[in-house]
């Protein structure tokens, strides 16, 4: 199963896609969503549009998704405090095997 999501530069919409290729290069596509209103009272048991057997189908999806730009928004904080310690380390060793360096010219 492939779950894939592009940008249509001329509509400006994301499109998602699920397909599986099939043993003769055909696929198998699922075909556009039926949304189905509900009273306010009513609430109905939602359940799975589909369901996929290993989480590996969604590396395709997950991609896209950054190569597009975006970011896991709960742990958003918890990147950049990463980042910063890189860049933080990354001084360090810098200062570290510049001020080796002068030592080694003195």
Known sequence: MNIRLTLDPYEMNYALRIFERGAKGCYVTAEPLILTKHDRGDTPLVEP?????RKE???DLMD??????????ARSDEYKAQLGSMRDHLNDMRTIVFKKREDLKG
């Open 49 to 53: 549009v589909t369901t996929f057997m």
């Open 57 to 59: 189908e969604f590396q």
């Open 64 to 73: 896209d998704l950054w190569s597009m730009g975006l970011r896991p928004s």
